[in-house]
């Protein structure tokens, strides 16, 4: 392609944006409100699936074990846990060290528990973690058939119901992006094609004198990813402003939430953001050109 073609096609697009100002700023403003709606539903979808993902990972299996075994009978247990599928992590809390541990989560009552060193009614345990939520159940049944294995918890009932409602967060979430995406580009496609239509008479010429489609195309899709990124790029400094806002302002009323935070998290978002308002534009442009091109 000639650097002079070239040169006519942006001297084009450009004239065509200001020409047509209004309506370059509709379609501006309906990719800014388009994708401002699908950053914040990006945002919510991410920031449910992290938060899924920390319930997921908090969730723990503790076996405890017969009185009476020996140190051989432990490790030989240990080692099996250790081994099984989904098992990421396996920790021994012994009889005393549960005893600790209850007497730092009593310290303002402490004394309640003197005496307790001499007969210590607390069972040795092993703590399991699993590497998805799904693998608890399947993870605790073994674990729970084990010789020298007294008995299991895992938080019964609550962990099948929390598997199932994260995964249809997950579901809806990505249900809603991709509803709200094709809503936008249904509102970018129907706002350039009336910019295209207000100039099907100087198409038609062009058309007439002989012009290539591509020739006519273009320009037409030079404006409509100028007009996309003009608009993502608007939505996606509103996007990153406003969730930075709430980040701090949750950050100091309720910090046990986890939200994402991570800068280069949040710049991958928002470069997706401005990547999608190009094609949009784009994809717009050559949707609403194609009929008056008769290819």
């Known amino acids: ?21 209004w309506l370059s700023l509709a379609a501006v403003g309906t990719v800014t409100i388009s994708l401002l709606i699908l950053g914040c539903s990006l945002l919510l979808v991410v920031n449910t699936n ?6 997921e990972s908090s969730l723990e299996i ?4 017969k009185d009476g075994l020996k140190d ?13 599928p989904g098992v990421v992590q396996v920790q021994f809390i012994s009889k005393e060290e549960a005893l600790e541990e209850m007497r730092r989560s009593f310290s303002p009552r402490k004394e309640i528990l003197d005496g307790l060193e001499e007969d210590n009614p607390l069972p040795d345990t092993f703590r399991i973690k699993t590497r998805r939520a799904d693998q608890v159940v399947e993870v605790a049944q073994k674990v729970a058939s084990m010789d020298g294995v007294e008995d299991v918890r895992y938080g019964q009932g609550v962990v099948e119901r929390l598997v199932v409602v994260t995964h249809w967060v997950r579901v809806a979430g ?3 992006m ?8 249904f509102l970018i496609s129907t706002t350039i094609r009336l910019s295209v239509f207000a100039r099907r008479r100087e198409i038609g010429i062009m058309k007439y004198l002989g012009a290539t489609n591509w020739f006519v195309r273009f320009p037409f899709l030079i404006e409509g990813m100028v007009l996309g ?12 402003t406003g969730y930075l806002s709430l980040v701090e302002h949750l950050a100091r009323a309720m910090p046990f939430i986890p939200l994402v935070s991570d800068g280069q998290v949040l710049f991958s978002l928002l470069g997706g953001l401005v990547g999608l308002g190009l094609f949009i534009g784009a994809l717009g442009s050559a949707i ?7 290819v």
């Open 72 to 84: 051989e009978e432990i490790q030989e247990l240990n080692d099996k846990i250790r081994f099984l």
């Open 288 to 294: 609403s050109i194609h009929r008056f091109l008769n």
């Open 229 to 240: 990124l003009l608009g993502s790029l608007l939505a996606a400094v509103l996007v990153y």
């Open 1 to 21: 392609m000639r650097i002079r073609t070239l040169v006519y096609y942006f001297r084009e697009a450009f004239l065509s944006i200001f020409r047509n100002s």
């Open 174 to 176: 990505i249900g809603a």
């Open 178 to 185: 991709i509803l709200v995406g094709a809503a936008a580009v």
């Open 50 to 55: 992290q938060l899924a993902d920390h319930l």
């Open 62 to 65: 503790s076996a405890f074990l």
